[in-house]
Nanobody, 126 residues
Framework: QEQLVESGGGSVQAGGSLRLSCVLSEYKVGFLQNCLGWFRQAPGKKREGVARINLDFGHTYYSDPVKGRFTISHDNTKKTLYLQMDSLKPGDTAMYYC?????????????????WGQGTQVTVSS
């Protein structure tokens, strides 16, 4: 059984919107991690952080390219992480992954995160 399961990816034209979801399906992932994040990886590029949320304090963090366009949120009753993506651009095209960890600094890179989903593809056409 996957620990994190993403959904909601797809193809959209520039300027459109998508909402990604990530269900934290296992106890230790759903309840014990304090940092949840969305990362993305485009072909030939390194995986990069897009948005993170600190569940202990409710703080959110965004990378500069997505600031003002993407919104990360978490529904604790549903154990689901969301990424609302608006005003999408072709440069947002990538595989998007959700991740979870118990760490002091949620803005860490991919290596700092312990649990990962399989990813969901987002393609934005011009």
């Amino acid at each position: 059984q996957e620990q994190l399961v993403e959904s909601g990816g797809g193809s959209v034209q520039a300027g459109g919107s998508l909402r990604l979801s990530c269900v934290l399906s296992e106890y230790k992932v759903g309840f014990l991690q304090n940092c949840l994040g969305w990362f993305r990886q485009a072909p030939g590029k390194k995986r990069e952080g897009v948005a993170r949320i600190n569940l202990d304090f409710g703080h959110t963090y965004y990378s500069d390219p997505v600031k003002g366009r993407f919104t990360i949120s978490h529904d604790n009753t549903k154990k689901t992480l969301y990424l609302q993506m608006d005003s999408l651009k072709p440069g947002d095209t990538a595989m998007y992954y959700c991740a979870a960890a118990r760490i002091g600094d949620c803005t860490g890179g991919p290596d700092d995160y312990t649990y990962w989903g399989q990813g969901t593809q987002v393609t934005v056409s011009s």
